[in-house]
C-alpha cells in the first residue's frame, strides 16, 4: 500500500517493518528518520547519521507532517 501515492515513496506492507510506514528506498520507518530530524537538527545530519539520501530524510519527514495533520483533524 502506498499511503500518499506513487510519487511519495512512503510505504506500507505488513511484510516489512511490522506494517509501519517506511520509506521504500531505504527501508526506514518513516517516523524514525523524521525524529531523527529533530534529533539532529538537520535533515543533511539525520541523513548523514541513518545513511541515507537527504531526499529519503525529506520523505519522511514531509509524510509524517502529513500524517500528524491527519490526525489532529
Same mark, same amino acid.
Given at each position: 500500500? $502506498?499511503?500518499?501515492?506513487?510519487?511519495?515513496?512512503? $510505504?506500507? =506492507?505488513? *511484510? #516489512?517493518?511490522?506494517?509501519?510506514?517506511? !520509506? +521504500? !528506498?531505504?527501508?526506514?520507518?518513516?517516523? $524514525?528518520?523524521?525524529?531523527? $530530524? !529533530?534529533? /539532529? #537538527?538537520?535533515? /543533511?545530519?539525520?541523513?548523514?547519521?541513518?545513511?541515507?539520501?537527504?531526499? +529519503?530524510? #525529506?520523505?519522511?519527514? =514531509?509524510?509524517?507532517?502529513?500524517? !500528524? *495533520? #491527519?490526525?489532529?483533524?
Amino acid at each position: 500500500m $502506498v499511503p500518499n501515492g506513487k510519487q511519495a515513496r512512503i $510505504v506500507v =506492507d505488513p *511484510q #516489512r517493518a511490522f506494517g509501519q510506514p517506511i !520509506e +521504500s !528506498e531505504s527501508g526506514v520507518p518513516a517516523a $524514525v528518520l523524521a525524529a531523527a $530530524v !529533530e534529533a /539532529e #537538527r538537520s535533515p /543533511e545530519a539525520a541523513a548523514q547519521v541513518w545513511s541515507v539520501s537527504i531526499t +529519503s530524510v #525529506r520523505r519522511a519527514v =514531509d509524510f509524517q507532517r502529513g500524517f !500528524e *495533520q #491527519r490526525l489532529a483533524a
